[in-house]
């Protein structure tokens, strides 16, 4: 099965979008500073979008 890459785009794009607005404030309040709550928000957006491209 093959993957529709303008829907993926799409909503690998949102997705990023919504970790990288809310990720880092959350991730600042259990104490990380900014710079890593934003690796790490990218990061977790980065795995899961290839993790789920890889499913398909």
Do not use: K
């Not at 990720?23 to 990380?32: A, C, D, I, S, V």
């Not at 899961?48 to 499913?55: I, P």
Request: include cysteine; aromatic fraction near 8%.
């Amino acid at each position: 099965m093959r993957i529709d890459p303008v829907p993926f785009v799409v909503v690998v794009g949102l997705a990023f979008m919504l970790l990288l607005s809310f990720g880092p404030l959350y991730e600042q309040t259990l104490g990380l500073p900014l710079e890593i709550a934003i690796a790490l928000s990218a990061a977790v957006c980065t795995v899961v979008a290839v993790v789920r491209s890889g499913m398909q």
